[in-house]
């Protein structure tokens, strides 16, 4: 089993930046993709960013909405995914879930999650 625990959301101003943390612990040998999904309220779950392992090294996503503002970096010291947030807009309030799995658990590609989810954070962006 894998458990996922997202930290570092929060409230920040347009144009400001939050960096969340996800640190995974337990049979971390399973882990071979992560990412990043929000769930604004009202809107449906939507894959933000994500790196996954491929045969000629990691391949990285962001989608569009984020691209150039958000940053997806691993530390494999700490077993840690972070999301760095710059530029942020209101747009981005959303609660931020942090998710992996093994290989052929998912495919980000297709929208489809991997097996772990962390429990969330809740980012928020205000005037």
């Known amino acids: 089993q894998v458990q996922l625990v997202e930290s570092g959301g929060g409230l920040a101003q347009p144009g400001g930046s939050l960096r969340l943390s996800c640190a995974a612990s337990?049979?971390?040998?399973?882990?071979?993709?992560m990412g990043w999904y929000r769930q604004a309220r009202g809107k449906q779950r939507e894959l933000v960013a994500a790196v996954t392992s491929g045969g000629s090294g990691d391949i990285i996503y962001y989608a569009d909405s984020v691209k150039g503002r958000f940053t997806i970096s691993r530390d494999n010291d700490k077993n840690t995914v972070y999301l760095q947030m710059n530029s942020l807009k209101p747009e981005d309030t959303a609660v931020y879930h942090c998710?992996?799995?093994?290989?052929?658990?998912?495919?980000?590609?297709?929208?489809?999650?991997?097996?772990?989810w962390g429990q969330g954070t809740q980012v928020s962006v205000f005037s």
């Open positions: 337990g049979n971390i040998f399973n882990l071979h993709a």
């Open positions: 998710n992996g799995g093994p290989p052929g658990g998912g495919d980000y590609g297709l929208d489809i999650p991997y097996d772990y």
